[in-house]
């Protein structure tokens, strides 16, 4: 079936340092990629996706480039701010109105 | 864009009673909605599907008698937990597409968080 995995957190990194979090996927066919953000208290939001391979995906600085060849879905954001302090997921779906599949989540932590 | 509306988003009740969390389209249709939980530090859990005019897809584990599904329209499905006890704290996030956007973008309420005392 499908899933996804992505590094495990917490990450913490300092204000305008360089942000990589790994995401890779296992799943038939075609699928749509997705990264969700959740900040403390609240739902999932939309961060950014990518529905065919190649494409990238970006958003308030993030981006996340479709790879095919890897499974991969890496998310990158060259210079974090405190404000992105969250939890971010990655996740797919297949073709059709079907659920999102997700990884774990990751933490992050961004100090001043 | 497509908005997902989630009532309540905190409830506290006592052990034994039933709670109910009701998710709205807003704007849009939505024949299908699905309910994710999630527990403190950890990803979500798709419990079930819920489909308009029909009854829910659980996932497997999840128990139908206890988290009953209604989607009784084409903008709203509902979620009772039924007798609740502590173990049923969680957070509760429904989702929806509108399928008339970008394909295969789900949009997530803000959730429901219930604490069973």
């Known amino acids: 079936g499908n899933s996804v995995t992505q590094m495990e957190g917490p990450v913490t990194l300092s204000e305008e340092a360089f942000l990589t979090i790994n995401c890779t996927y296992t799943?038939?066919?075609?699928?749509?990629l997705f990264w969700y953000v959740q900040y403390p208290g609240e739902g999932l939001q939309l961060l950014l996706k990518a529905t065919k391979a190649d494409d990238k995906g970006s958003n308030k600085g993030f981006e996340a480039t479709y790879r095919k060849e890897t499974t991969s879905f890496h998310l990158e954001k060259g210079s974090v701010q405190v404000s992105d302090s969250a939890v971010y997921f990655c996740a797919l779906s297949s073709s059709g109105n079907t659920p999102l599949v997700f990884g774990k989540g990751t933490r992050l932590s961004v100090i001043a | 864009g497509a908005v997902v509306s989630q009532h309540p988003s905190r409830v506290i009740c006592k052990s034994g009673t039933s709670v109910k969390i009701e998710c709205r389209s807003l704007?849009?249709?939505?024949?299908?909605m699905f309910w994710y939980r999630q527990f403190p530090k950890q990803s979500l859990m798709l419990m079930a599907t819920?489909?308009?005019?029909?009854?829910?897809?659980?996932e497997q584990g999840v128990e139908k008698d206890k988290f009953l599904i209604n989607h009784a329209s084409l903008t709203l499905s509902t979620l009772t937990v039924t007798s609740a006890h502590p173990e049923d704290s969680s957070f509760y996030i429904c989702?929806?597409?509108?399928?008339?956007?970008?394909?295969?973008?789900?949009?997530f309420g803000a959730g429901s968080r219930l604490t069973v005392l």
């Open positions: 799943a038939t066919g075609y699928p749509s």
């Open positions: 989702s929806a597409r509108d399928l008339s956007l970008e394909a295969n973008v789900l949009t």
């Open positions: 819920s489909n308009e005019g029909s009854k829910a897809t659980y």
């Open positions: 704007d849009f249709q939505a024949t299908t």
